[in-house]
């Protein structure tokens, strides 16, 4: 593991590797965001407040998402230590990111739907980021696959975790379906009719029902009925998302309009 970009290698700074990776996928899903944004022709002076509100809601909500875990409180850190110090949470962020926007479009009056305009912003930065959490974080359980990815004793004794044994590369699993998503997004789902705002709420659901089965091999704690947190809360989110999206396909959301010009031909024909 390498805790900073000095022991990747000894001419690299002694930066925190998992910030430089977060600051690299923001920096690489704002040039994904402005070029949507100029096809899609959105110049509304109000959009840079509608960003911000989506960064202060993911960095804010990506701290309190792991803050009051324990039920005897005296375990937990206290609300300052937390937001300063704490572990963060992808799927807290990506909560936080939600109530930052509506916030922030409330505030300034802005009442259009910005889901497309972050969807493949937000695939990309996840993608970036999760290299951060490879090279620094607890890889998985173990398999029996090739492919695993084994600890030294240093490593393994910081993580808590075996040495030389192969372990799940879970965050490799996430930069795939981050990338696979991406490019989904960028080459097809943003040039199909969708209803305004959909491909977010598509491939946050697509990334919910995938975090729910790879948290089964992230090695993270059990919290209650054998699931983990992150399981236990995207039990009760993903269905509600499900119930968008179907509900959203009933009243036509995601379906070709037909081309005016071919059904004034069909009429002439009949």
């Known amino acids: 593991m390498f805790p900073t970009l000095h022991d990747i290698a000894a001419w690299l700074p002694p930066l925190g590797t998992h910030a430089v990776f977060v ?3 923001l920096v690489a899903a704002s040039i994904v965001f402005t070029i949507e944004k100029r096809r ?33 409180f005296s375990e937990n850190l206290s609300l300052a230590d937390q937001l300063l110090h704490g572990n963060a949470s992808i799927l807290s962020a990506l909560v936080g990111a939600w109530l930052g926007v509506h916030v922030a479009k409330r505030l300034a009056g802005y009442k259009e739907r910005t889901g497309d305009l972050f969807a493949p912003a937000v695939a990309l930065a996840m993608a970036i980021g999760r290299i ?14 090739s492919w695993g990815i084994m600890l030294d004793r240093d490593a393994a004794a910081r993580l808590g975790a075996p040495a030389g044994v192969p372990l799940h590369p879970s965050f490799v699993y996430e930069i795939m379906f981050h990338l696979a998503a991406f490019c989904l997004l960028w080459f097809w789902l943003r040039h199909r009719p969708i209803a305004a705002g959909e491909t977010l ?18 090695g993270n704690d059990i919290a209650w009925l054998g699931l983990t947190r992150p399981q236990l809360f995207l039990a009760v989110t993903i269905p509600l998302l499900l119930v968008r999206i179907v509900l959203k396909a009933r009243r036509g959301g995601f379906a070709a309009p037909v081309a005016t010009e071919r059904m004034i031909a069909h009429d002439r024909r009949a």
């Open 201 to 218: 709420t598509l491939y946050i659901a697509a990334y919910g029902v995938f975090r729910f089965f790879i948290e089964f091999v992230r």
């Open 40 to 72: 899609r022709k959105v110049s509304d002076p109000r959009m840079p407040y509608i960003v911000l509100g989506a960064l202060a809601g993911a960095a804010i909500m990506s701290r309190l998402g792991t803050w009051a875990q324990h039920v005897d």
């Open 132 to 145: 951060g959490c490879l090279l620094t974080e607890l890889p998985g359980t173990p398999t029996g696959a």
């Open 23 to 25: 600051a690299l996928g």
